[in-house]
């Protein structure tokens, strides 16, 4: 049965600067590209609110999408990825306690099935 694959990451106790530049968010989404063997569309689009506020980020992808949304205000950042086959993650958690000093990340994986087997 085709299944895809969407990984739902929230990670916490974060660098509020970090979360705030938009070069690291972009390594993000690169490491996250390269490593999961992910094909990008186009370039991401990305909104940095004012001020002290976080960033958006939205990266198309031939197999779906990769989300970001940035809180320094809480110190989080929340990321999704969506593929629409099965395939292995990378050390996400690894990257976001290296790169955006999270002191908890956590995974949530889900398997998006593309048929009803209720019937």
Not at 43 to 62: D, K, N, R, S
Not at 68 to 82: A, V
Request: hydrophobic share 40%; with cysteine; proline share 6%.
């Amino acid at each position: 049965m085709p299944v895809g694959i969407e990984w739902v990451v929230e990670a916490y106790g974060c660098n509020p600067d970090a979360l705030s530049q938009l070069n690291k968010l972009r390594d993000l989404f690169t490491f996250l590209i390269k490593t999961i063997g992910l094909h990008p569309v186009r370039e991401a689009t990305w909104h940095q609110f004012p001020g002290a506020g976080g960033i958006t980020g939205v990266h198309l992808l031939a197999e779906s999408h990769l989300a970001c949304h940035t809180f320094p205000e809480y110190g989080s950042l929340c990321l999704n990825i969506f593929c629409c086959r099965p395939r292995p993650c990378c050390d996400v958690d690894a990257m976001l306690r290296e790169t955006f000093g999270a002191s908890a990340v956590h995974v949530r994986t889900l398997e998006r099935r593309y048929a009803d087997l209720s019937d």
